[in-house]
């Protein structure tokens, strides 16, 4: 539970209240964990899973009873020592996120049942809007123009100065991938094609997750440049997005 003030921070607006002041508490998460996957001291949940999901589901099935594949896969370290590797997959179920964690095997040992985001629910109506955005294919040489802005150039330099925040193996895999990142706007751009617009941002950014889960080397500046970067390509395209929108948010983990 989160206070009034923080749930509104980061959610829409509480459509009802009843008590007169930020005292009141908001249920931001509800969390479901089964026997296997927790301390001797809790209880774990017996009852009906939301959406008929079962303790012990693969992903797969997962994925088929919430009629969503996940948007974000990653690791949690947030579950007992239950076993070497645990992995947690969210999935945009409606307005709610729906977080699956799993064993090594992928088998469901918990759910978490949260409300979707501001940002998601931005992204949500993005999506459904994608038919009406206006890209100009005479734009394709202002996409050009901007792969000067790919960072990695001073990436490089603060490495030759000492920065070992830096290695070149994962320089060159982030520039292989922005490079082709303004290639695939601006082919899309040519066709005016919003969708594979917003496709190559989820790629760009994916890409630059893993990145980021190898060496650590995205910090605030390195995090900027690219969202700079990210942001001026798309809009460069014709693609509208409101000056308080971060397209890449929805994917980031940087």
Same mark, same amino acid.
């Given at each position: 539970?989160?206070?009034?003030?923080?749930? !509104?921070?980061?959610?829409?607006?509480? @459509?009802? @209240?009843?008590?007169?002041?930020?005292?009141?508490?908001?249920?931001?998460?509800?969390? $479901? =964990?089964?026997?296997?996957?927790?301390?001797?001291?809790?209880?774990?949940?017996?009852?009906?899973?939301? $959406?008929?999901?079962?303790? /012990?589901? !693969?992903?797969?099935?997962?994925?088929?009873?919430?009629? %969503?594949?996940?948007?974000?896969?990653?690791?949690?370290?947030?579950?007992?020592?239950?076993?070497?590797?645990?992995?947690?997959? !969210?999935?945009?179920?409606?307005?709610?996120?729906?977080?699956?964690?799993?064993?090594? +095997?992928?088998?469901?040992?918990?759910?978490?049942?949260?409300?979707?985001? @501001?940002?998601?629910?931005?992204?949500?109506?993005?999506? %459904?809007?994608?038919?009406?955005? #206006?890209?100009?294919?005479?734009?394709?040489?202002?996409?050009?123009?901007?792969?000067?802005?790919?960072?990695?150039?001073?990436?490089?330099?603060?490495? %030759?100065? /000492?920065?070992?925040?830096? #290695?070149?193996?994962?320089?060159?895999?982030?520039?292989?991938?922005?490079?082709? $990142?303004?290639?695939?706007?601006?082919?899309?751009?040519?066709?005016?094609?919003?969708?594979?617009?917003?496709?190559?941002?989820?790629?760009?950014?994916?890409?630059?997750?893993?990145?980021?889960?190898?060496? /650590?080397?995205?910090?605030?500046?390195?995090? +900027?440049?690219?969202?700079?970067?990210?942001?001026?390509?798309?809009?460069?395209?014709? $693609? !509208?997005?409101?000056?308080?929108?971060?397209? =890449?948010?929805?994917? @980031?983990?940087?």
């Amino acid at each position: 539970m989160e206070s009034l003030s923080a749930y !509104s921070t980061e959610f829409e607006e509480v @459509r009802s @209240r009843h008590l007169p002041d930020d005292k009141e508490r908001i249920v931001s998460r509800l969390s $479901f =964990t089964g026997r296997d996957a927790i301390r001797a001291v809790q209880r774990a949940y017996s009852s009906a899973l939301p $959406f008929g999901l079962t303790f /012990g589901d !693969s992903s797969n099935v997962v994925a088929e009873k919430l009629e %969503a594949g996940p948007f974000r896969e990653g690791k949690s370290s947030t579950l007992p020592d239950y076993s070497a590797e645990r992995f947690v997959h !969210s999935h945009a179920v409606e307005n709610l996120v729906v977080i699956a964690k799993y064993d090594t +095997d992928l088998r469901l040992m918990a759910v978490y049942l949260m409300q979707a985001d @501001r940002t998601m629910l931005k992204a949500k109506h993005r999506g %459904a809007s994608l038919s009406k955005q #206006n890209i100009e294919p005479g734009n394709i040489d202002k996409v050009e123009a901007l792969r000067d802005q790919i960072p990695t150039l001073r990436w490089r330099e603060a490495m %030759a100065e /000492g920065d070992e925040l830096f #290695n070149e193996a994962d320089i060159a895999t982030a520039e292989t991938a922005l490079n082709a $990142f303004v290639d695939t706007v601006k082919a899309a751009t040519s066709q005016r094609d919003a969708q594979a617009i917003r496709a190559a941002v989820k790629d760009i950014v994916l890409a630059i997750n893993e990145i980021n889960g190898r060496s /650590g080397m995205i910090e605030t500046l390195e995090r +900027d440049e690219l969202g700079v970067l990210i942001d001026a390509v798309v809009r460069a395209s014709g $693609f !509208s997005l409101p000056d308080d929108e971060d397209i =890449t948010a929805e994917w @980031r983990e940087w």
